[in-house]
């Protein structure tokens, strides 16, 4: 079997699920690690049976000639990581956010356009078992044909602390902008998975801990398109009843014309058909790596997709647009009015 070639750059916190799931794909080779600090490249790459540790980006992509490359660096190193890549014929998936503004993100859709290479955004919340099948539910029209709309509440509960964050990703402390911008966005693809484009949003920003520079409260109301209306309530101070609320994030209820589904903080999932009892849907899904391997199933969908030269579910050019609603959020907050996403 021919496998696909890849490199991966970037060794910090979230990286350990990309390489664990890489590692599991027989049909992928990771021949590559990189990250400035070359001595954890090398003993990465050393623990995990990596050929190769590099602390030179070029270097790496001149040496190794990939077929794809994994960016799981900071949002401000994308552009300059990703224009490299695909002046280099290197197809790319890169974790979000994409960059530090919509402007920077068109500049790197445009550069991926112009190389003619391929490119998926590592949006993973869409690929969380219980999204995937409540998606099915929606599309057999389980609980009817008319959307009526999405509450989506989400307390994480890791950002109260004095120390809030240190532990794992130190730089959440440092960001101007916090909630929407690093976890936000995640939520905001799910809602357009589930109910389609987005055309307004209104949005109320707070910060609850006071050693922070960024937002860690949000409430936003979206309107879709296709009618219907989506509530965000989430912040990361307040906690969860859920012994894991990083496995599903929160609990969502999602009312149509026939009923509700709601998704429990544990990934169970029941149904209320109007005029009759809630019950538990059958399905089942592992909880493994994370929030039930969903980073798995990304990469599956990004190598299965980059193979048959079928469109990726979270293409870079796609993926603009929910880059322009999170951009309307922050504008609403700081205008205080309900803004229309052109």
Known sequence: MNKIKGVCIGLGYFSRFHLEAWLRMEKVEIT????????????????????????????MLQQEKPDFIDIITPPNSHKRLCVAAAEKGIHII???????????????????????????????????PWHREIKKLLEQHTIGNQFHGIHWRMRMGDGWQEDAYMNRQP??????????????????DVLRFFGGDINQVFAKLQRFNPNIKGEDSALVICDFTNGG??????????????????????????????GSIHLHEDGRISIKKLGRPEVEHEYTFEDNNFAGDCVYYTQQHFIRQLDSGEPFETDVQDYLDNIKVLEKVYASHEKRIPIKIL
């Open 171 to 188: 730089y959440f402390r440092e960001m101007k902008q916090l909630l929407m911008y690093e976890t936000g966005i995640h939520l905001i």
């Open 229 to 258: 209306t989506a509530i965000l309530d989430a912040n990361r101070y307040n906690e969860s009843r859920s012994q894991n609320p990083r496995l599903t994030f929160g609990e969502v209820r999602i009312e149509c014309d026939k």
């Open 94 to 128: 890169c974790q979000k956010p994409l960059a530090p503004s919509l402007a920077e993100s068109e500049e790197i859709a445009t550069a991926i356009s112009k190389y003619g290479v391929r490119m998926m955004v590592h949006e993973n919340f869409r690929f969380q």
């Open 32 to 59: 590559a690690l990189c990250d400035s600090n070359m001595e954890l490249a090398q003993q990465t790459a050393e623990d995990l049976g990596i050929a190769s540790a590099y602390s030179d980006f070029n270097e």
